[in-house]
């Protein structure tokens, strides 16, 4: 089966640190990507993952750990544009670029 | 702006009708992927075209159809409409089919059913 946890909402301070963790049991994987999607727009990519390890990207940055079944979202210096759901999704494997969407994790930044 | 485009912005109808949507994937894309996202479920993928052909399927209920044309857009047709179809409907497109591509998503078409 497919299955995609993500807390479903976090708190955090302008100018904190968050992690937003995401764990899978899928059958099959060939990647994990990360995207934010605020509230009625459409997702925006913001990281994929297919080997082990930590990938940077100015404030965000994003970790896998394939035998844990494990990614994790870093965001830094935050700011209140930040607010919105960041979703975890897994491309399924084989010939498709399929990606199995977990619900997302609806964060909100205070001053 | 991800450069793929949806019409219409907003869509009501009612129960029993039929609707079509519309995308046009970012200009050299040849797959366009179609998913549902409504309040209570994050996105689920409903199809997947690549170059005109069906790759992929997911959880598409009978009463959708959807296509991909020479020009490489794409339409996916609801029908029969219920009131739990009401949801955001969002294309994708990316540069190949297979490859672990970025899929970037247009800016989807709220249905409500009523």
């Known amino acids: 089966g497919q299955n995609i946890d993500q807390p479903t909402e976090m708190t955090a301070t302008e100018g904190a640190i968050v992690q937003i963790n995401c764990t899978y049991q899928t059958s099959g994987f060939n990647g994990l990507f990360w995207y934010q999607q605020h509230a009625g727009e459409a997702p925006t990519f913001l990281s994929y993952n297919v080997l082990d390890g930590l990938e940077e990207k100015g404030r965000f940055s994003s970790f896998l750990s394939r035998s844990k079944g494990y990614s994790y979202l870093l965001l830094k210096e935050l700011q209140m544009k930040d607010s919105a759901s960041y979703l975890c999704?897994?491309?399924?494997?084989?010939?498709?670029?399929?990606?199995?969407f977990g619900t997302g994790t609806l964060l909100a930044v205070q001053p | 702006d991800s450069g793929v485009t949806q019409t219409p912005k907003h869509l009501i109808t009612a129960t029993g009708q039929r609707v079509t949507l519309r995308c046009s994937p970012r200009s050299g894309d040849l797959s366009v992927y179609w998913y549902q996202q409504s309040l209570d479920q994050g996105l689920q993928f409903l199809i997947q075209?690549?170059?005109?052909?069906?790759?992929a399927k997911g959880n598409i209920l009978e009463r959708f159809s959807a296509q991909q044309f020479p020009d490489l857009h794409s339409e996916l047709n609801l029908s029969s409409l219920e009131l739990g179809d009401s949801a955001l409907y969002f294309c994708?497109?990316?540069?190949?089919?297979?490859?672990?591509?970025?899929?970037?998503f247009g800016p989807g078409t709220r249905l409500t059913v009523l």
């Open positions: 999704a897994v491309r399924d494997r084989g010939a498709t670029n399929k990606l199995i």
């Open positions: 994708a497109s990316s540069r190949s089919g297979g490859a672990p591509d970025t899929q970037y």
């Open positions: 075209y690549y170059n005109g052909e069906e790759r």
